[in-house]
């Protein structure tokens, strides 16, 4: 039986997606205009990219963005994929609280985040640079993991595990030929979640960060302090894409990881 739809439910969905892409298309549109004027169209050029990357500091910015990314990418997958693990051996009242704990990182304001993982670092006098930016992107970066892997967890469940284990395979075995295949697209689309989120932070790096760990998003702060300029919309521009294009390959791994017929291919 159909279920027919409000047709303000409609609009006003319209209405939410006008609101949130359309400001992004004006950033992205003017990223391709060839004059300096925000408010003004004279042309269509590409010559801010390329101005992009003959500044240096830019570049800098670039560099010390994709270094906390993948370092904190590695270490938070392997953190959370842990956690995910080990929460799942907990009975259910231990697993609840230990849960909730996890989840913290993910619920709390940024901010408040941020000024904590600052009076932490100054009280154990840990200078501000990329190592307390990597150390504070794994505290929240590792929550996500958590969350996409220990879903998988669930949706696998335990037969194929009890399986493995009357055919005579050890722990190791069962985590190694069927466990860790089975929770393999988690793991992926929870490290590119991970990377998405310490490559556009901007709040908790900006209470971490020192003075040559510049980061991407805190450097188009500081730029947009002295207003809006192509170069800016053309560098927003390519953190969308990038952005969008890993949360994309993120949902694909899950969708895939899920559409995979559960099967045992144990070679014991």
């Not at 209405?15 to 060839?34: D, Q, T």
């Not at 953190?239 to 144990?266: C, E, F």
């Amino acid at each position: 039986m159909k279920t027919k739809t409000h047709p303000l439910l409609g609009f006003h969905s319209l209405l939410m997606m006008v609101f949130i892409y359309v400001p992004i298309a004006f950033i992205i549109a003017y990223s391709f205009n060839s004059s300096r004027l925000a408010a003004d169209w004279s042309g269509f050029t590409l010559d801010w990219y390329f101005s992009l990357f003959k500044n240096r500091r830019v570049i800098e910015a670039l560099s010390n963005s994709l270094i906390v990314a993948a370092v904190s990418t590695v270490a938070s997958t392997i953190l959370g994929t842990m956690a995910a693990l080990s929460m799942r051996k907990l009975n259910r009242k231990m697993r609840a609280g230990m849960g909730g704990l996890l989840y913290l990182p993910i619920i709390i304001p940024d901010i408040i985040m941020g000024l904590s993982l600052l009076v932490l670092f100054t009280q154990f006098h840990i200078p501000m640079g990329k190592l307390t930016i990597i150390l504070a992107h794994i505290t929240f970066s590792m929550s996500y993991v958590y969350v996409v892997v220990s879903t998988r967890l669930a949706d696998m469940g335990k037969q194929l595990e009890e399986a493995a284990n009357d055919l005579g395979a050890d722990a190791w075995q069962t985590f190694r030929y069927v466990t860790f295949p089975q929770i393999m697209p988690g793991i992926v689309a929870g490290a590119l979640i991970a990377f998405t989120l310490s490559l556009d932070d901007f709040m908790v790096s900006f209470f971490v960060s020192g003075p040559s760990s510049t980061t991407l998003p805190i450097y188009i702060y500081g730029q947009v302090k002295r207003g809006i300029s192509p170069e800016i919309n053309a560098l927003c521009t390519i953190l969308i894409i990038v952005s969008v294009t890993l949360i994309l390959l993120a949902q694909y791994a899950l969708n895939r990881g899920k559409g995979q017929k559960k099967k045992s291919l144990l070679p014991f």
